[in-house]
């Protein structure tokens, strides 16, 4: 049984206990977690399933493996899965609440009269939230490629370049080491500009003595990496030593923390304690980090309000950062993969150490 019959049939075992017909998949990333289809297109999981598209990805969707529907309708994707439900005469209809929007779903209750639409929220995104081997495999070699591309971009770093000029060379080279794009568009911070923990790479020119932050990550066979490096051009100040050092304290720590049955409060909590020790927590704005895979932002969610535990086989980020408005700002972060009695670390781009100042 190919992994994606498998994973249907998982969802299969879903509609059973919560007594529906019919699952209809509207999330581009779950769509090819289920079926494998890159194209855009519908899903609907079922006794026969069905991948709904159009004609641009007919030969897609003939390669597509396992013993699936491939509905073409003129009309759309969305009538195409309209069809397929009203032929199997589904009576209970899941459908992702927040992978649809209110227009969809009141053409589906128009055309579904007297089907019952059943909201759902993180179904499949919970089956996703733990990788197989070869799922982590995938985002390993998605970092290989990103540690590859950051190597070669590094010695751009000096005084006189643009943040904009070093985010292009670091996207081409992401493809050129073997990624199919970048995961996320690529951020490249110099001094006050990194401030901002989603800076957007602008006509800024790197003077001496200011700190790069570059956050970036290859895509590969759709699998994502992500990693934030930040490091000093020249000899940064002892204010920017004290920050890195203690933000680079918080990031070992945490990933020493990480391991299968933490709760993923307490380890964003691990780091948390570490940066309020150094009087640094109210500028650390954000969770700790992250579940990656076919998205770069998937569950678990590490942050303070998460309800989520670790599991083995989740892949994570860990990504501490300081912040402080006018003067600039350090993150560091790694993907992780949670494994029973600590975690491995897939991004192994070396981190700059004070001490070596
Ligand atoms: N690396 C981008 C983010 O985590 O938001
Ligand atoms: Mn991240």
Known sequence: MSQWTARRQRLKQWLAQHEADAFLVSSAANVRYLFGFRGEGLGVVASVSALCTDRRYELDAAALPGRIERV????????????????????KVAFESQALTFATFEQLR????????????GVV???????????????????????????????????GVTEREVALELDRQLV?????????????????????????????????????????????????ADITRTVPVGKPDARLQQ???????????????????????????VARDVLRCHGLAEQFGHGLGHGVGLEIHELPAVSTRSQDVLRRGMVVTIEPGVYIEGWGGVRIEDTVAIEARGCQVLTRTPKWEVSGA
């Open 125 to 159: 995104e919970g089956f996703r939230a733990v990788k197989s081997p070869e799922e982590i495999a995938l985002i390993a070699r998605a970092a290989e490629v990103t540690d590859q591309a950051l190597a070669a971009i590094l010695p751009l770093l000096k005084p």
């Open 243 to 269: 920050v890195y050092g203690a933000v680079l304290e918080a990031q070992q720590a945490a990933i020493a923390a990480a391991r299968a049955g933490l709760a993923c409060k307490d380890l964003d909590a």
């Open 110 to 121: 128009k055309k579904l009269r007297g089907v019952k639409l059943l909201p759902t929220s």
């Open 176 to 224: 050129m080491h073997g990624g199919e794009r970048p995961a996320f568009d690529t951020i490249v911070a110099f001094g006050p500009s990194a401030a901002c923990p989603h800076a957007v790479p602008g006509p800024r020119v790197l003077e001496p003595g200011q700190m790069v932050k570059i956050d970036c990550g290859a895509r590969v066979d759709g699998y994502c």
């Open 72 to 91: 073409l309708h003129p009309a759309g994707h969305l009538e195409g899965a309209i069809e397929h439900l009203r032929a199997l005469g589904a009576r």
